[in-house]
């Protein structure tokens, strides 16, 4: 199959794919005799495996190592540890989140004390936003 083939089938874009043959995260495909590249099964898988581990928000350079890890046949230990570091730092990205909806609720809240009336000047909520980056500093 040649590469358009391969994007369509897989939901990845040809340029992607380009890019992954760049760097080795797929082989080098062979070529037909106009010189276009010829996909087989294998690299189908292989497409869906890299769609797949993007989806969950691994880097190229994790999933070339998964990858490695299973061509090699080596132990899952390196991806179960990637595993865990990848769900420490969602740990880590929910908690600041949860920090930054507290602090727009106390700026919400603090701008509902001002008159609905107020004009924009150093005591509305523009101010409150400045003033709040100033006290987490």
């Given at each position: ?28 495909p062979e070529r037909a005799e106009n010189n ?102």
């Amino acid at each position: 199959m040649f590469i358009h083939q391969l994007a369509q089938v897989t939901g990845v874009s040809a340029k992607s794919i380009r890019y992954y043959e760049s760097i080795g995260l797929i082989p080098e495909p062979e070529r037909a005799e106009n010189n276009y590249r010829r996909y087989s099964s294998d690299d189908i898988e292989r497409l869906r495996f890299i769609a797949s581990a993007r989806s969950l928000g691994f880097n190229l350079t994790d999933i070339g190592e998964f990858l490695a890890a299973r061509d090699e046949g080596r132990p899952c230990k390196r991806v179960l540890d990637t595993f865990d570091q990848r769900i420490a730092d969602l740990d880590r990205h929910i908690a600041d989140l949860l920090d930054l909806r507290d602090t727009l609720k106390r700026i919400r809240k603090a701008g509902e004390a001002l008159p609905p009336d107020k004009k924009c000047d150093d005591q509305c909520i523009c101010s409150l936003t400045t003033i709040t980056q100033k006290e987490k500093n």
